[in-house]
């Protein structure tokens, strides 16, 4: 039954969304690594986006892609401890996370994950609405009084994501040491852009390959200025009196020893929550505004919902709850631009997923960015369409919405994420009306969702 709320958004206008693309059939290997240097959406021809299991042998390894969310269960959760992170991404991000989180496994990753849940508490991430509401006032402060402007908002979307990182997980407040971490950042970032012949080498199963020049020094870098930061802190108590992040990270017990983390610990896990929650949240809220360009009927809705209360002051936790219309639409530019556009496993023991035989070795992929746009999931895909995550006047996620994972390993930032992209997004309808102002960009799939080009935005004052 259809509610109110069903009819407040606009009915879709069919308007035609960047896309990368799609070969007609399966690649050559030679083709296939070329463009896995170039476009890893590109890998993916028009059939996947219609197959439930798909298989493919590259550089003498199976490769299947899985896209039944019942198959997706089995593995991610039911069987998870058969599966571990695949090599080559755990290769690229071992110079930034080294063993926090996201790299390791088993009794390990339980203890890690333990021990860093509660600073993932919605009671916490509420208590930094204020920073990231703070944040972006700075930003938008930074762009002067302007009626009209053209601005390149990836560039300032990556600058206040690293801000609020740098803010709400470690307190630094001042822009000089936000500069110097954004510098680092980068320095990864160009390292890991393009996989090398090194890379290579370890997804063709060789152990023991080294990390390229470039990366070992990133590594040594990133070291001392996490473990400098670190130790700079006074030492803190208990949890509840941990201000930010790396609070509670030196706040961490034992469960039997009591003894704190280790030094070398702390480091990485600052490195893994930067890696793996700045440049995701910037692309995201890029895309958001993209959408919200090509869509000008759709920031009108939002405009409306998000700017009942006062502006100048940050939102109340239970108002972002509230606000149903601008949830759904982050979750539809989730659907068809997902920053994180896969997420690969390693099976460490033979298995089977439905009806497929999975041998020890092989490669599994859940590609968030193929399964978003499966015809077999959704209605008319490849339309932007808010209006399919309401349901009965209820946001309503469906099975096969998954930009944040699923399972034991599902994404620990997911509610930091989403209420830093809402504070933003509420802040800058409040402000601004946003458009295009040259051709949209289209997504390429690197590190994360990259556009192929940096666009201007127009931004005009209300
Ligand atoms: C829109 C923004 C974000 C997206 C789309 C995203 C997406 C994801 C996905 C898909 C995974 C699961 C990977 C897998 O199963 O292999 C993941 C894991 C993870 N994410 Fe996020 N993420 C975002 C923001 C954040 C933020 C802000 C943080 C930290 C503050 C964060 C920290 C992590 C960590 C530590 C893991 C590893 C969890 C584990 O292995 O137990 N993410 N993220």
Redesign the pocket.
Known sequence: MASALDTVFPPPTGVSLPGPRVPLCELSTPRTLWTMRHNLLEMWPAHYYRALRLHRRLLGCDHFLFNDPADIDQL?IAHRERYQ?EPT?RRLLQPI?GR?????EGEE?RR??RG?APA?QSRHIDRLIPRFHQQAVQMIARWGSHHQQQRNLLRDFRAL?LAI?GR??FSIEDEARTGALGVLIEGYERSTSRLGWRDYLALGGWTGVRQAADREAFRQRWQSWAAAMSDSRPAIGDLDAADD?LDLLRAVRDESTGAPLAQDEIVD?IG???????V??A???FWIAVMLALHPEHQEALRDELTSDDAGSPPHPAALRAARLCQAFVYET?RLY???FA???LAMADDRIGTVEIRRGSIII?A?WVLHRHEAHWTSPLLFDPARFIHDGRVHVPKAW?????????????A???S??QVVLRLMLQRFRVTLAGPCPRPVGRF?LAPDVEPLFELTRR
């Open positions: 991610l992170r991404a996370v926090g989180l996201f790299a390791v990753w890690q994950r860093l993932f994501a990182a709400a997980m992040l896990q893994t929550m930067m890696a793996a929650g700045f995701t949240t692309v995201a809220l989730l997902p920053p994180v997420v690969t496993r859940v968030p998954m930009p944040f994972g699923a399972g034991p390993r599902i994404c620990i930032g997911m930091f994420a989403l830093e992209i994360a």
